[in-house]
């Protein structure tokens, strides 16, 4: 019987997988009701910030090209914008539930990309952009509670995440036919 | 004085194992519940892309995959090198995913059904072009809770 029992137990161990689904969440944008006319909410100029990864892989943060090493730095100097320079995101108090006001960036990263990129540049710089805003919710952590985000109860990551909100767009697809 | 020297031999009493079948029985028990057998078999190529960022997800059940990748060596002559979706067992286009998606859904008790999340597994050579596809049919069909799969880069 326990000799049964052990066989069993290895095959178990062998067929076991213990991976868990990981992965980059996102939230998709709703689809445009063709119905009503879209507003251009126009986002002022200096509240977003364009990155463009083009059909061969090179990255662009504006308008310039930028290593991918570089632009979780740009990004947290975007999205932060502490020396309140005007061409960088205007900066609204908001009155925060728990935490009180705060000037809540008003910085949106768009994304955009090309059909001819290849999936894992893609990720690398969605990670960089995830990245930034990880750095910047950690050092308001700390700040504030004196603790790192990921350690900090979900009230708190609540709080942490109004004041720094993930504003990443990826954008509406200009093309999105097959050229034939 | 000689009660103690008869317990000191000096070797050491051997551990029962009477009570291994029992604990083998317990770790046996253990594998089979937490074990759950792979539901669908790969027909594409999927090596993940590394991503340090990731998260994971809490609940395994609400997610639905997509796979998207080459077809591997042997459906290779029927279906070509092309990027595919792979969709639970089958080849098919991103028409159909809104099928497929409908079909997850109706899987999943009323509650649960706001949380569905669309796990998008690609390989990390594919070109956008599909995937953006796939993301604006999901987009249609109101499946706006996505992750991209990723392996943790250490």
């Known amino acids: 019987m326990a000799d049964i029992a052990f066989i069993a137990l290895i095959f178990f161990l062998m067929v076991t997988t213990m991976d868990q689904e990981k992965g980059l969440p996102r939230r998709l944008p709703p689809m445009p009701d063709e119905n009503i006319k879209l507003e251009n909410e126009k986002v002022n100029r200096r509240n977003i910030v364009i990155v463009k990864i083009n059909v061969n ?20 100097e975007f999205l932060t914008n502490p020396n309140n320079d005007p061409n960088l995101p205007e900066k609204t108090v908001k009155d925060i539930e728990g935490y009180g006001p705060y000037p809540v960036s008003k910085g949106v990263i768009s994304l955009q990309n090309d059909r001819g990129t290849t999936y894992s540049k893609y990720i690398a710089v969605q990670n960089e952009l995830v990245k930034a805003i990880n750095e910047i919710r950690d050092d308001f952590s700390v700040a504030n509670y004196g603790k790192k985000y990921a350690q900090l109860d979900d009230d708190k990551q609540k709080i942490v995440r109004k004041c720094i909100p993930q504003q990443i767009s990826e954008a509406e697809p200009k093309d999105t036919k097959l050229k034939k | ?116 999340t669309i796990s998008i597994k690609a390989d990390r050579d594919t070109r956008m072009g599909i995937i953006t596809d796939i993301k604006q049919e999901l987009r249609r069909c109101n499946a706006l809770k996505i992750l991209y799969g990723a392996n943790a880069t250490d």
């Open chain 1, 57 to 76: 892989d090179r990255v662009f943060a504006g308008d310039e090209p930028i290593d991918v090493s570089q632009l979780k730095d740009k990004i947290v």
């Open chain 2, 1 to 116: 004085m000689a009660k103690f020297k008869k317990s000191n031999k000096g070797e050491l009493p051997t551990i029962s194992t009477g009570s291994l079948p029992d604990i083998v029985f317990i770790i046996l028990l253990f594998f089979m519940v937490t074990t759950s057998m792979r539901q669908t078999e790969h027909m594409v190529m999927v090596s993940l892309p590394a991503a340090s960022e990731i998260a994971k997800l809490e609940r395994k059940d609400l997610s639905s995959y997509v796979y998207v990748g080459t077809p591997l060596p042997k459906y290779q002559g029927k279906y070509g090198t092309d990027s595919r979706i792979q969709l639970n067992d089958s080849f098919r286009t991103v028409d159909e995913i809104r099928d497929f998606v409908a079909a997850e859904r109706e899987n999943l008790s009323e509650q649960d059904r706001p949380f569905m």
